[in-house]
């Protein structure tokens, strides 16, 4: 019975160290199964990652494809728009003329195509200022904040042409003319208003200085750090000098390109066929300033006259472009109150010479990005 018992005690080890064995190999397969749970858990990783970045590329790659400019078709413009104002702000265009109906006719535009009637600006104009005269209005941005328009009107006190000043905190308006007294009248009157900011920061307001339909001048005086108040003396910078200004001069746009100042200008009687956009070229902005011998820069041509009123923009590819008010031929000079719509061309500076590339059909709108 011992032996039988050592047996059977013999045989209870061994079925032990069989069962222990057993065990080992079952903790030997368990790494195996879990390497291979892991190894699939990083392929699905790396496919989530490679489909990530595809699709980060596939929207970059979208994103950097050329949208196709908008184009337009002179007029680009169709209501009457006298003596435009341009400006880019806020991410948009805005045009800013006289109207009928209105002192200051705002347009917006995101893309210099589709443009949309904002409506009056100037709600308020100086109490100087007589009803209804309102016309010939420049914006710029302000030098601290908000935006300052200048503007013309006959003052109630002796019917002379003077300029306002009006100022906003938003391109659209509504501007505010809280002075009881002109910016300035002249000794003849003031008219045609323009302001420019050079590289220095420093701003200059232009005007046309002269009976309404007589002689005339262009002048210039330098305006404070604000660009609300004159600072010392006027200066004047053009004279009626080559024979198609006729009797007058007006209209003055002052930009700077390559180092050069280039004042471009109107002469001649206003709405007529006669009318035309002239340059001089100078080398500050109080001059001296020289018309150019190729002027005019814009005349009529056999479908649109009277070309004037101009104003210059820059757009996001340092491109220049013209925006100028014009008639149908037919209209000019007939006596009747014309339809001046708005045409934009593209400007282009060759050295110390200026050159408008006037198209018949459609052609891209001024870049975007501004």
Known sequence: MGRRTADGGRQTEDGKRSAAVSRQQAVGEGPSSVSRGLGWWVVGAALLVGLLFYGVWLRTWLGARPTPAPTFTNPLIQRDAPQPAVLAALNDYWVFTSAPTTNLLVLRSPDFVQWTAVGDGLERPGVWAAAGTVQSPAVIPGPRRGYILYYTARARADSRLCL???????????????????????????????????????????WREGEAEGAAVIRAQRLNRDALEMVGEPVTLLTVSQPWEGQTIGAPTLVKRAGRYFLLYSGNAPDTRDTAI?????????????????????????????????????????????????????????????????????????????????????????????
């Not at 400007?347 to 052609?363: H, I, N, W």
């Open 278 to 370: 002239g340059y001089a070229v100078g080398g500050s902005p109080l001059g001296p300033f020289t018309p150019s011998a190729a002027n005019p820069l814009l005349a009529s041509t056999a479908e649109v006259c009277g070309p004037g009123g101009q104003a210059v923009l820059l757009d996001a590819a340092r491109q220049d472009w013209v925006l100028y008010q014009a008639q149908p031929c037919a209209a000019s000079g007939a006596g009747a109150s014309p339809t001046r719509s708005l045409r934009l061309d593209q400007l282009r500076v060759e050295g110390d010479k200026l050159v408008v590339m006037s198209a018949s059909g459609p052609q891209d709108a001024p870049a975007l990005g501004r």
């Open 164 to 206: 306002g000043l009006a100022t906003a905190e938003k391109p659209a308006g509504p501007y505010d003319d809280s002075r009881e007294t002109p910016l300035v009248c002249g000794g003849q009157g003031a008219s045609d208003a323009d302001a420019f900011v050079d590289e220095d920061g420093a701003t200059y307001l232009l």
